[in-house]
């Protein structure tokens, strides 16, 4: 687990060889990833204007790809893991967003117009939707694999906001067993905490090429941007993969975490 995080819940990691190594190493296989069927069947939403990609691209259990070590700067930052899942391939393309299948017409203009904002591991479930603690991270890394322009759909967070979200969930998780956790609804709560973070904390758009790296606070609130008008990448996308591992800790510590 990261501590002494900076005050923004975020730290962008400049260019590296090893990290760049990495990112070319994983780029093709990234790839093939999304040409397959399959994967296009379950993973090809909004239109065909966003590869979720969940677990999609096979890196190894210490974050290595297709024999490459996960190495540089932000990897170091977060130390040796050996119980890494398959990174995420997320790949964004032109014309994003457009709606995803199920979604309201509230949904889309969230997606639109506040980057689909959202703290990963709280789930919307059921119907009408409300949202659980589903999974405790440790962080998030973004690594990205194309080198695209600043307006292809750019990572998005807004800073600072994971004292709010980390406290509002402190309010409503820490006086309870762990054991409960899973049961407690935690919509109105997350609701009032990301609203008061788009009052207060300010939104930044988060531009990365193949070789650097960002590192996330597992609280804060962050999304994905529209496709700009001009915006330019390769045929393949935006593509960037995301770590982000579940914590080892308690919850208790997970949840008090600096």
């Known amino acids: ?24 190493a994983a780029a093709p296989i990234g790839r093939q990833v ?18 979720v990609g969940v677990d999609a691209l096979p890196s190894a259990p210490d974050g290595a790809m297709g024999g490459v070590p996960l190495a540089g700067p ?10 890494l899942h398959p990174a995420q391939l997320s790949v964004m393309y032109p014309g994003y967003p457009r709606p995803r ?34 999974e ?12 695209a322009s600043p307006g292809a759909s750019p990572l998005v967070v807004w800073a600072g906001s994971h004292h709010i979200l980390q406290q509002a969930l402190i309010d409503a998780l820490g ?13 109105d709560t997350y ?21 650097e790296a960002v590192l996330l606070n597992p609280f804060l609130l962050h999304g994905v941007a529209p496709w700009q008008d001009g915006a330019t990448a390769p045929k393949d996308g935006r593509m960037i993969a995301y770590l982000r591992p579940e914590t ?11």
């Open 74 to 83: 932000a990897a170091d930052r977060i130390g040796p893991r050996e119980d």
């Open 175 to 187: 006086n309870r067993p762990e054991t409960d956790w899973p049961q407690i609804d935690l919509t």
């Open 248 to 258: 080892m800790e308690s919850g208790q510590v997970w949840l008090r975490q600096k």
């Open 101 to 134: 299948a199920g979604d309201s017409d509230a949904a889309f203009r969230f997606r639109r117009d506040r980057d689909a904002a959202h703290m990963d591991g709280l789930w919307a479930e059921g119907t009408p939707k409300r949202r659980f603690l589903r």
């Open 191 to 211: 609701v009032a905490a990301r609203r008061q973070v788009f009052e207060h904390c300010p939104r930044s758009e988060v531009f990365t090429r193949p070789g």
């Open 34 to 51: 999304t040409q397959q069927p399959d994967m296009r069947a379950l993973w090809l939403q909004c239109d065909g204007t966003w590869f």
């Open 1 to 24: 687990m990261v501590t002494d995080w900076p005050d923004a819940g975020y730290i962008v990691f400049p260019w590296d060889a090893q990290t760049y190594a990495w990112s070319q």
């Open 136 to 147: 405790r991270h440790d962080w998030i890394l973004g690594l990205p694999l194309t080198d």
